[in-house]
Nanobody, 122 residues
Framework: EVQLVESGGGLVQAGGSLRLSCTAS????????IGWFRQAPGKEREGVSR????????YYRASVRGRFTISSDNAKNTVYLEMNNLKPEDTAYYYCAAAYGSGSYVAEYVYWGQGTQVTVSS
């Protein structure tokens, strides 16, 4: 059974930090791109960051670049998203997902987690 389980969300003040984890099982983790997405109430889902477990290449959306860091521990089948200097506009439900392709398009993501809430108070 394929599973992606997110953890680490919570409530934090602006300027604070959180580390999200995404632990995968049921598929060959090393062959996939793992992406983090978020969706705020009334807004469309957006890609936040992704990492390729094949070549370790990474991507960040402009609004989080320099504040968020994505990393992968293949031995633990886990991807982390370290979020620093959080802002109220980072408030959203965060999901991780797995793509077998480049991970550049949402349609490539075939496995999704249930998500975790991140709330940043001002």
């Amino acid at each position: 059974e394929v599973q992606l389980v997110e953890s680490g969300g919570g409530l934090v003040q602006a300027g604070g930090s959180l580390r999200l984890s995404c632990t995968a099982s049921g598929f060959t983790f090393d062959d996939y791109v793992i992406g983090w997405f978020r969706q705020a109430p009334g807004k469309e889902r957006e890609g936040v960051s992704r990492i390729s477990n094949r070549d370790r290449s990474t991507y960040y959306r402009a609004s989080v670049r320099g504040r968020f860091t994505i990393s992968s521990d293949n031995a633990k089948n886990t991807v982390y998203l370290e979020m620093n200097n959080l802002k109220p506009e980072d408030t959203a439900y965060y999901y991780c997902a797995a793509a077998y392709g480049s991970g550049s398009y949402v349609a490539e993501y075939v496995y999704w987690g249930q998500g975790t809430q991140v709330t940043v108070s001002s």
